[in-house]
T-cell receptor
Framework: AQKITQTQPGMFVQEKEAVTLDCTYD???????LFWYKQPSSGEMIFLIY??????QNATEGRYSLNFQKARKSANLVISASQLGDSAMYFC???????????FGTGTSLTVIP | DTAVSQTPKYLVTQMGNDKSIKCEQN?????MYWYKQDSKKFLKIMFS???????INETVPNRFSPKSPDKAHLNLHINSLELGDSAVYFC????????????????FGPGTRLTVL
């Protein structure tokens, strides 16, 4: 079974609108971390936001928020007020286990339309 | 201030050659990783080192050999390069804590684009 599933290979959003990128995960651990990364066309991997499995509040970082639904094992990224510079690949990731191995999803390509 | 750096950024070489990619982090992290990203953008972990000891060694050809001289460096040596090795290779680092938390965040280097001709 896939540890991280991103079902949207490509998404489009109008500039200034909000967009949700889906991510579901699979783990039997009680303690784990969920992450989102952005990879623009320049290629670097940029950390965006983190959610811990014990965190009761949804994480927020500026225009990014993580919609964490533990029972559904989902960790969707919400980007508010999309900007042209948000066009990029977005990867959901999970850390589990004491060795801290990371698992990445296959990514979602987001295109912001002016 | 470069947190995770990799050299070279681009590497073009012939099949059969041996090449190395260097990685250094100045974040004081105790764990470093190598990932391979293929043309479809799929990220695959290759190796993970914690305090200079190998802790993850995914199924990669033994032509790939990581070397960690100290916990701030993790180099990747590739022997007998093949066409299929063409990809972007990312180094990353994190601080693993048993209690977890944001401190476990992996920070990535800029990537090395390897092209085998």
């Amino acid at each position: 079974a896939q540890k991280i599933t991103q079902t949207q290979p490509g998404m489009f959003v109008q500039e200034k609108e909000a967009v949700t990128l889906d991510c579901t995960y699979d783990t039997s651990d009680q303690s784990y971390g969920l992450f989102w990364y952005k990879q623009p066309s320049s290629g670097e991997m940029i950390f965006l936001i983190y959610q811990g499995s014990y965190d009761e509040q949804n994480a927020t970082e500026g225009r990014y928020s993580l919609n964490f639904q533990k029972a559904r094992k989902s960790a969707n990224l919400v980007i508010s007020a999309s900007q042209l510079g948000d066009s990029a690949m977005y990867f959901c990731a999970m850390r589990e286990g004491l060795d801290g191995q990371f698992y990445f999803g296959t990514g979602t390509s987001l295109t912001v339309i002016p | 201030d470069t947190a995770v750096s990799q050299t070279p950024k681009y590497l073009v070489t012939q099949m059969g050659n041996d090449k190395s990619i260097k990685c250094e982090q100045n974040l004081g992290h105790d764990t470093m990783y190598w990932y391979k990203q293929d043309s479809k953008k799929f990220l695959k972990i290759m190796f993970s080192y914690n305090n200079k000891e190998l802790i993850i060694n995914e199924t990669v050809p033994n032509r790939f050999s990581p070397k960690s001289p100290d916990k701030a460096h993790l180099n990747l040596h590739i022997n007998s390069l093949e066409l299929g090795d063409s990809a972007v290779y990312f180094c990353a680092s994190s601080q693993i804590r048993l209690a977890g938390g944001r401190a476990d965040t992996q920070y990535f280097g800029p990537g090395t684009r390897l092209t085998v001709l």
